[in-house]
Nanobody, 123 residues
Framework: VQLQASGGGLVQAGGSLRLSCVVS????????LAWFRQAPGKEREFVAG???????YIADSVKGRFTISRDIAKAMVNLEMNSLKPEDTAVYYC??????????????????WGQGTLVTVSS
């Protein structure tokens, strides 16, 4: 199974970007797909995740601004990012793993990661 993330770029504060992650080589419908991000000098942090039953989990830091969705037919998970702030600047990674109650925000539980896509938000 491989994950391929795309959609990063440079955007001004207040702008929007849409990240996409394509899952290939395996079934995505039954797994938990998530987005993490890592800023320079900081730990990787959970951003959003979505279960096969379409239940969504959003980090407080992006709630109301970011939306996660999945297209099972296209084996794809998307992250719509609006009202971007300079502090959203990071490399964004998509990841796949089992859903662990209460621990879905812990990157240690994810066994498959995409290559990352850089999002830069200028002030």
């Amino acid at each position: 199974v491989q994950l391929q993330a795309s959609g990063g770029g440079l955007v001004q504060a207040g702008g929007s970007l849409r990240l996409s992650c394509v899952v290939s080589g395996g079934t995505s419908s039954s797994s938990f797909l998530a987005w993490f991000r890592q800023a320079p000098g900081k730990e990787r942090e959970f951003v959003a995740g979505i279960r096969s039953n379409n239940m969504k989990y959003i980090a407080d830091s992006v709630k109301g601004r970011f939306t996660i969705s999945r297209d099972i037919a296209k084996a794809m998970v998307n992250l719509e990012m609006n009202s971007l702030k300079p502090e959203d600047t990071a490399v964004y990674y998509c990841a796949r793993g089992p859903f662990v109650v209460g621990r879905y925000n812990d990157p240690v539980y994810y066994g498959i990661w995409g290559q990352g896509t850089l999002v830069t938000v200028s002030s």
